[in-house]
């Protein structure tokens, strides 16, 4: 055996030795997962918020010599396996076309294990996650000229009402990217406040209001916004989908304030809140 063969046989039992105690850290992992799981009762499996806090802080933290993407994937494996303990964890996915990005997208994110559903209508998403047939939602980002925009429903009430609690990809892999797809996931649970949100609202009107307009309007109440779509249906009036800075609750004063500002049969809901994905720039 040469010098070389002794180095190379002492570095993979050092590589044995690491990978031993990387399972026993995990199964310890494991054990405070499943003591949380007994603490919470039964309590929402999924806390889209914290998950990215913690993906956030490690992505920033020490280098690990490895891409993002990578260490992005191991942890989504074990924070979906570890969901998948605590309960139920099932993922509805609209895909009208493309159906292989979607797919993709929802099972980087939500772990090789997790039982997911493909679906060609967002209506049939939207109702499996308010019936409880599905925990998420994975639905394509709105685009201008939709013929049923999925996003308008997000403005009701109700414990019920599905909302946006996450954005994919949270971390991006231009090297595995298929036709630069992006979507929403949303859910009937609540979102953990951030350090990094950004929050969707719907802002409905009877009369024809312009989208400069009403992003004025929002500025006027502290809210800033970008308009992302709009949508307007005979008889019922105008939809319009903002993108803002920060976390937005329903019960936000802004909104109320936005209402009275704009007047007439004029609302603004919160359509639901995201962490921002994540960046190094």
């Given amino acids: 055996m040469t ?17 031993t105690r990387l399972l026993a850290a995990i199964a310890a992992r494991t054990e405070v997962v499943r003591r949380i799981g007994e603490a919470k009762g039964g309590g929402p499996i999924l806390r889209p918020g914290r998950e990215a806090k913690v993906l956030r802080a490690l992505l920033a933290g020490p280098a690990t010599g490895l891409p993002a993407p990578v260490v992005g994937r191991i942890w989504r494996e074990l924070i979906a396996a570890y969901c998948s303990l605590q309960g139920t964890l099932e993922v509805a996915v609209c895909a009208p076309e ?41 639905l394509p980002l709105p685009l201008d000229g939709e013929a049923d925009p999925w996003w308008r429903y997000m403005s009701g009430d109700g414990d019920n009402m599905p909302r946006i609690i996450g954005r994919l990809p949270f971390v991006d892999n231009p090297g595995a990217r298929f036709e630069d ?4 996931v949303v859910g009937c649970l609540a979102y953990d406040e951030g350090a990094d949100d950004v929050s969707w609202l719907v802002a409905s009107t009877s009369e024809q209001i312009s989208r400069r307009s009403l992003t004025d309007h929002l500025k006027a109440v502290d809210l800033g916004g970008r308009a992302i779509t709009s949508f307007t249906e005979r008889g019922t009036g105008d939809a319009h989908l903002f ?36 960046s190094r720039v």
Avoid at 3 to 19: F, G, N, S, V
Avoid at 102 to 124: E, I, N, P, Q
Avoid at 251 to 273: E, M, Y
Wanted: proline share 2%; net charge negative; glycine share 8%.
């Fill in 98 to 138: 493309k159906s292989v990005g979607y797919w993709d997208l929802a099972r980087d994110h939500f772990g090789s294990a997790t039982h997911m559903s493909l679906h060609k209508s967002s209506s049939v998403v939207l109702r499996a996650v308010s019936e409880g047939q599905a925990t998420v939602g994975i």
């Fill in 3 to 19: 010098i070389d063969d002794t180095k190379l046989d002492a570095l993979r039992r050092e590589i044995d030795e690491i990978d």
């Fill in 243 to 278: 993108e803002v800075d920060g976390y937005v609750t329903a019960t936000d004063p802004r909104l109320a304030a936005f209402a009275k500002r704009v007047g007439g049969n004029a609302w603004l809901s919160a359509a639901g809140s995201y962490a921002r994905p994540f």
């Fill in 181 to 184: 797809l992006q979507a929403m």
